[in-house]
């Protein structure tokens, strides 16, 4: 095995530039911890501030990337044996320690996921922080399936809606989600969405109660604190809003819950840091078994090289993605 990898670095916080493929040293394995060989790292939002300058405690420079699928190469668990194929995410990978942006990654056995599977590497990096927080959010919702309702979802084109929306269809329920480009438009529809909602910055309860009169079930909010108090008046009285993204910031502003909630209805949240490692495993290999099976239709937006991670992050602030953005470190395009 070399001695060096090649790893995409956040040297400082700034724009998409800021990210430098650089020759670092092989990350010597250590008790507690096994390195993996990334074969594919999916892209986030929350990279994305990581690398504006937004997480205050990650110190640069940094290699980011909070999620990776891969092989393990050199492991300290009798549990995680040479070849296997494992995924990642979250426990503060590309934050406190180098993440997923590397042609390998050390990371700590108790993030790591066993996974069984067929799928190629460019679907499989698509699932693990997207369809665990599409999963996580809708059981947090109260969704079960087979049982009926009305599902809202709010950021529908971004990778955890377009996951959330196939997970939701194949369940069963009606689903209606929202896009501000009527060119996304057939992509929602792709992954069985039953109503396609155009917010143009209108009235959305408008359009909403034009679909459905008394309101959705359920809202799944990935856009997070500037629609939070506007999705709270949306659902039916009594039904429940997560949050489960934040496009538009942490922090809602003036929160008063008192004449924000309406009585009997529910606000809930879902962060996948509570699906990682041991927790997320079965639930991953549910996922892609139901991927393999062609239930679950994953959307793969785009694949970079890891040379192109400047492009890649330039792709996904541009708000151009449908779907996941992958990056595959050890593919040359």
């Known amino acids: 095995m070399s001695t060096t990898m090649r790893a995409a670095v956040c040297v400082r916080a700034g724009g998409p530039e800021v990210l430098e493929i650089r020759e670092l040293p092989m990350p010597p394995v250590r008790d507690g911890w096994s390195l993996v060989r990334v074969e594919g790292a999916g892209l986030n939002r929350s990279e994305l501030r990581t690398r504006q300058g ?55 056995n108790s993030l790591l996921m066993p996974i069984s599977t067929t799928l190629p590497w460019d679907v499989l990096a698509a699932l693990p922080e997207t369809y665990l927080t599409a999963q996580g959010s809708l059981d947090a919702l109260g969704v079960v399936p087979g049982a009926p309702g009305r599902l809202l979802i709010r950021g529908g084109t971004s990778s955890v809606g377009m996951a959330a929306a196939s997970i939701a269809s194949a369940h069963g329920l009606r689903t209606a989600a929202t896009t501000r480009r009527t060119e996304k438009m057939d992509a929602l529809r792709a ?118 991670i400047v492009e890649a992050h330039r792709h996904m602030e541009n708000d151009q993605a449908t779907g996941k953005v992958v990056v595959l470190p050890g593919t040359k395009f």
């Open 54 to 108: 937004h997480s205050p405690n990650v110190k640069f420079p940094r290699v980011l990337g909070i999620e990776c699928v891969g092989t393990v190469v050199d492991s300290t668990d009798a549990a995680l044996p040479v070849g296997q194929t494992v995924a990642a995410v979250m426990g503060e990978m590309g934050r406190e320690f180098d993440g997923g942006y590397a042609e390998y990654a050390l990371l700590p």
């Open 191 to 308: 992954v069985g969405v039953d109503h396609v909602l155009l917010d143009d910055g209108g009235s959305l309860a408008d359009v909403v109660h034009r679909v459905w009169p008394e309101g959705p079930d359920y809202v799944l909010d990935l856009i997070g604190t500037a629609t939070v108090p506007d999705s709270l008046k949306l659902v039916r009285r009594g039904g429940t809003v997560c949050v489960a993204g934040s496009l538009s910031g942490w922090l809602i502003r003036e929160f008063e819950p008192i004449a924000m909630i309406p009585p009997g209805t529910r606000l809930t949240a879902f962060h996948s840091d509570s699906l990682k490692g041991a927790a997320g495993a079965p639930v991953l290999q549910r996922v892609v078994g139901e991927v393999e099976a062609g239930v679950y239709r994953p959307n793969v937006d785009r694949v970079f090289a890891l040379d192109d």
